[in-house]
Nanobody, 118 residues
Framework: QVQLVESGGGLVQPGGSLRLSCAAS????????MGWYRQAPGKERELVST????????YGNSAVEGRFTISTDNTKRTVHLQMNNLEPEDTAVYYC???????????WGQGTQVTVSS
C-alpha cells in the first residue's frame, strides 16, 4: 500500500509565497511521476504541475507558469511545489498525485487548503 502525505498549506496574503510538500511512503519500488492538482470551490479539479522520475516537468496550467516551481528530492519520493506571487485565484485545495510502481497505479493525497486573501 502507498500513502501520500501533504504539508505546507495555509493562509497567505496576495503576493506571498507558500511551499507545499508531499511524501510518498509504503511499498514502493518505482515512482513514475508525482505532481499536484487543485480544486477551487465550484470548479473541477485541474492539473497544476507534474514531474517525472527523470526530472521532466509539466506545468499544465498556464496561469501558474513562471510563479510555481515543482521539484523532487534525491529519493524522488517527495515532491515540492514552491508557489510565489500568489493570487486570490490560486485559492483551492491542492492534491498531491502520483503514479507509483505500475504505470496505471494512481494515488492521491488527502488535500491541503491554500487560501490567498488579504
Amino acid at each position: 500500500q502507498v500513502q501520500l502525505v501533504e504539508s505546507g498549506g495555509g493562509l497567505v496574503q496576495p503576493g506571498g509565497s507558500l511551499r507545499l510538500s508531499c511524501a510518498a511512503s509504503g511499498s514502493i519500488f518505482n515512482v513514475y511521476l508525482m505532481g499536484w492538482y487543485r480544486q477551487a470551490p465550484g470548479k473541477e479539479r485541474e492539473l497544476v504541475s507534474t514531474i517525472t522520475n527523470n526530472g521532466r516537468t509539466n506545468y499544465g496550467n498556464s496561469a501558474v507558469e513562471g510563479r510555481f516551481t515543482i521539484s523532487t528530492d534525491n529519493t524522488k519520493r517527495t515532491v515540492h511545489l514552491q508557489m510565489n506571487n500568489l493570487e486570490p485565484e490560486d485559492t483551492a485545495v491542492y492534491y498531491c498525485y502520483a503514479v507509483i510502481n505500475w504505470q496505471d497505479s494512481e494515488y492521491w493525497g488527502q488535500g491541503t487548503q491554500v487560501t490567498v486573501s488579504s
